[in-house]
């Protein structure tokens, strides 16, 4: 999913009153004034009203272009979007930061928002789904296949929630990967005079998938959580887009091996410490899929989990429980003193993102027997 929440109110408030937000609604035919006097609740209730007179792909363009912007809205995107702003390519000193600076690189640097976007997104890996398609395939006809997904998603949707009557992709070239991001969007509403109109009740979902042909690999992010459902998202993708075969890989990491003593050697000198911070195992399917969550202070010893471990959990029920998700705390020296990294596993992902730091610790894994061959 988006790494914020769009919820109309707020974004209209950090928005309301920006010449920014008034050529972004000009530019788009949504008609549209906000009111300072207005209540938050009302504004967005107008907002909304404003978007169901357009038509429906119309709509869900504008669903999902303030998305991506309430997405880079925040510190973080902001910054990442001046820092890869051009000379001579950065926003007035007039357009306050936060939403409205995201906003104002949609409408005059887009090529440059979508890059942004996309790097940022594929950054937060912890919802990512991974599989396999075909390698070193060159995708053409971007706007073609964006459009063939755009209604496969509709018709899955449609199928498997009711919604979905209106969907809308875009797609980006990035330096190794194609991404495709898409918005479905529409429910049931009954207008105050009782006419059915066809109006979003809560935020529009976001589906993205990222292509990289040099190795077929396919990454999907979505709401979805059945292994089902989401093999089915991606024989979608598959189908429209690739036009082959996508399977979902299997486990990626073997977390069974954290129910035992676990004290793995550090990589080089300035790693001062590894432990389970965390563990979270599952009982099996006829004792209700009840969770156990074991959770230990940063300050703890290293073997605090395999205290708790032997205190709460016999070994013939440990048998039976399977590990659903782990935390490990890495302690690394810098700048002559100790700095705590957290690293998030379920078994089919995990939270590292894409950078040199992420790079050591993924070897780390490799190394301390927690991924598959």
């Given at each position: ?29 949504v008609p549209f004034e906000p009111d300072a006097g207005r209540r938050a609740d009302v504004d967005a209730g107008r907002w909304r009203s404003a978007l169901a007179g357009l038509p429906h792909e119309a709509h869900a ?155 077929g690999s396919v990454l999907c992010k979505s709401h979805l959580r059945s292994a089902d459902r989401v093999a089915e998202l991606l024989r979608c993708f598959g189908e429209s887009v690739l036009r082959s075969p996508v ?92 700095k705590n990294y957290a690293i998030r596993l379920w078994p089919d992902r995990c939270s590292l993102n894409q950078t040199p730091l992420a790079g050591r610790f993924r070897a780390c894994l490799k190394r301390w027997g927690?991924?598959?061959?």
């Amino acid at each position: 999913m988006f790494s914020r929440p769009f919820r109309p109110g707020p974004f209209l408030r950090s928005v309301s009153g920006t010449d920014v937000f008034a050529d972004y609604c000009e530019r788009r035919g949504v008609p549209f004034e906000p009111d300072a006097g207005r209540r938050a609740d009302v504004d967005a209730g107008r907002w909304r009203s404003a978007l169901a007179g357009l038509p429906h792909e119309a709509h869900a363009e504008v669903e999902l272009e303030l998305a991506t912007v309430n997405d880079l809205g925040g510190r973080d995107g902001n910054a990442h979007l001046l820092e890869a702003a051009p000379p001579g390519g950065l926003p007035p000193d007039t357009v306050p930061r936060g939403a409205p600076v995201a906003l104002w690189f949609l409408l005059h640097q887009p090529d440059l928002f979508r890059d942004v976007f996309f790097h940022h997104q594929v950054a937060e890996t912890g919802m990512w789904r991974t599989a396999n398609g075909p390698a070193g395939l060159r995708l053409d006809d971007l706007d073609g296949r964006a459009v063939a997904l755009a209604l496969s998603l509709r018709d899955f949707f449609r199928a498997q929630e009711g919604s979905g009557r209106f969907c809308t992709v875009t797609a980006h070239h990035m330096a190794t990967a194609c991404c495709f991001v898409g918005q479905v969007a529409d429910r049931l509403h009954f207008a105050e005079d009782g006419r059915q109109v066809l109006q979003r009740l809560r935020p529009a979902v976001p589906i993205l998938f990222a292509y990289y042909p040099e190795d077929g690999s396919v990454l999907c992010k979505s709401h979805l959580r059945s292994a089902d459902r989401v093999a089915e998202l991606l024989r979608c993708f598959g189908e429209s887009v690739l036009r082959s075969p996508v399977t979902e890989r299997g486990p990626a990491f073997d977390l069974e091996r954290l129910k035992l003593p676990f004290h793995p050697l550090p990589d080089a000198d300035d790693m001062e410490m590894v432990r389970v911070k965390s563990l979270h195992l599952r009982y099996p399917q006829r004792s209700a899929r009840r969770l156990l969550k074991l959770e230990t202070l940063a300050t703890d010893e290293p073997d605090a989990i395999e205290r708790l471990l032997r205190t709460h959990v016999t070994a013939d029920a440990l048998t039976d429980l399977t590990v659903c998700h782990a935390e490990l705390q890495v302690r690394l020296r810098v700048a002559g003193r100790g700095k705590n990294y957290a690293i998030r596993l379920w078994p089919d992902r995990c939270s590292l993102n894409q950078t040199p730091l992420a790079g050591r610790f993924r070897a780390c894994l490799k190394r301390w027997g927690l991924t598959h061959a």
